[in-house]
């Protein structure tokens, strides 16, 4: 072969060869392009993936969400739930309901003789010997049996009559004037406007029920509007005690206090406590803003027990107890969950336990204060060193919150240094609850009116029972001295009958 033709030839099959060479890159370069797009399909479904799997833990937890390992109520717990109440589940240690085997048995006392009505004395005819007949011969030490009755109750009406006279030398009628001081500005006395306010402000009895209450037992016809007339009238007669209870509670050297939410025609609001041991005061407010609680603590003094609210911020950490039971319930909610953050919850809730058996030693009188505070030392230790690794950690749900407690370091261990300060805010729950079930049934008030007589009376209530005051007999004396226009009964004063 001619080499000219020879090279041309090569020259073809190489040409040959670069376009395919070309084709096959262009081919690679296609895949190159399809494999970029794939990663990048498959990096973003492994994102929707993962905030899909992030987004079902989360609804998990919230589905998991009991009293046990959050704020919600007991009586929001759904059957079945572990450690609930009556009826959701079985019950603690297997007992069945009732007095268990060796507890001390509680019978009815008999009322003191000075305040029985009625006697009725039995004596026996005839001897069981001999059969000869007895005489009746009173014994000191008769066998005693009681009834307890109520009588029939009837409502006690004073009519007030302004007669008109005619004059007997000009024949001019005269009636008799208006006197304000005689005749009361209300058709309804004291006690009758105490036992209304007790019904529908202290026991939550809707008013509607109220009225049929006060109609079938009392046989007095009232309207709504009456009732709400009359919780009017008490609320501004008990005004002196609250404002009372309010100095009481701001002078207190340790004080606990919670918040929830509150319903007025619907809307939003907030209800807030502070309860100490000598009285408890509520007040609902538009928010539970830092600059709405500020001004009602008053200046600040004592130590402040509550859960890490951040609008409490304004009282010094040194100075406050954060709330282990709030903690309990978060370290609760960290051990149900699964991986490193399972593992974290468990080992905080360990810890936590340690601690209140070593606190319920110290309060049952087992364990000295000295003894105590050796053995919480490492315990403290051990608890923020791991709250710290938590931290650490960065783990979703967990990180952030151990971080929030670190930052309430100063808080947490308040009640090993100060006499009468709990590690709980239990006191706080339990006082709050009333009205928590109270809103829960009737859905809150319709009106600021309505507002003012619910945390007023609560706070009367709760104080006055705290001070071993007969509720009732207290609003009477309230409700009494606003007729006579007097000064009212003292909640802290030993001395008054109320």
């Known amino acids: 072969m001619d080499p000219h033709d020879r090279i041309a030839a090569l020259e073809a099959e190489v040409a040959l060869k670069d376009g395919i060479i070309a084709a096959q890159a262009t081919k690679i370069a296609t895949l190159e392009a399809r494999v970029v797009e794939l990663e990048q399909v498959v990096a973003a479904l492994t994102a929707q993936v993962a905030a899909l799997l992030k987004q079902n833990q989360q609804l998990t937890e919230r589905l998991d969400r009991n009293s046990r390992n959050s704020n919600l109520l007991p009586s929001s717990d759904p059957p079945g739930t572990p450690g609930g109440g009556a009826g959701k589940g079985p019950r603690k240690g297997g007992k069945t309901r009732g007095g268990q085997p060796g507890h001390p048995g509680r019978r009815r006392e008999l009322v003191p003789q000075d305040q029985v009505d009625r006697f009725v004395d039995l004596f026996p005819p005839e001897c069981e010997n001999c059969w000869a007949a007895l005489p009746e011969v009173h014994d000191l030490a008769a066998k005693r049996h009681q009834l307890i009755e109520l009588p029939p109750i009837k409502a006690h009406t004073t009519e007030f009559r302004r007669h008109s006279v005619r004059c007997a030398g000009c024949g001019h009628k005269t009636c008799a004037a208006y006197d304000a001081d005689k005749i009361p500005a209300s058709p309804f006395g004291p006690r009758l406007m105490s036992v209304i306010a007790l019904l529908t402000g202290v026991y939550h009895v809707s008013r509607r029920q109220g009225v049929s209450l006060l109609s079938d037992v009392l046989g007095i016809d009232l309207s709504l509007g009456a009732v709400s007339a009359v919780e009017a009238r008490v609320s501004e007669a008990v005004v002196p005690a609250v404002n009372e209870a309010w100095e009481t509670v701001k002078d207190a050297p340790v004080k606990h206090t919670d918040g929830t939410g509150w319903l007025q025609a619907g809307t939003v609001l907030s209800l807030w406590t502070i309860a100490t041991a000598m009285a408890t005061v509520f007040k609902i407010m538009s928010s539970g803003s830092k600059e709405l609680l500020k001004p009602l603590f008053g200046s600040p003094k004592g130590i402040l027990i509550s859960d890490r609210a951040g609008a409490l911020t304004f009282w010094a950490m040194e100075w406050r107890q954060i709330c282990w039971a709030h903690l309990l319930r978060k370290f609760v909610a960290f051990s149900e969950r699964d991986g490193p953050a399972g593992e974290i919850g468990r080992q905080l809730l360990d810890y936590t336990g340690i601690m209140f058996e070593y606190w319920h030693e110290h309060k049952a009188g087992n364990l000295s204060k000295d003894i105590l505070l050796a053995w919480m030392a490492p315990l403290r230790t051990q608890v923020e060193v791991l709250l710290e690794r938590a931290v650490a950690a960065s783990i979703d749900g967990l990180s952030g919150s151990c971080a929030d407690i670190l930052d309430h370091r100063a808080a947490l261990w308040t009640f090993l240094d100060h006499k009468d300060v709990e590690p709980t805010n239990n006191h706080a729950e339990r006082e709050l609850r009333a009205f928590v079930l109270w809103r829960k049934r009737s859905f809150g008030s319709q009106s600021e009116r309505g507002n003012l007589f619910a945390e007023r009376v609560m ?40």
């Open 459 to 498: 706070t009367v209530a709760h104080t006055a029972r705290k001070q071993n005051k007969n509720v009732l007999e207290f609003l009477v004396a309230c409700c009494t001295a606003q007729s006579a226009k007097t000064a009212g009964p003292s909640l802290f004063d030993r001395d008054v009958a109320a």
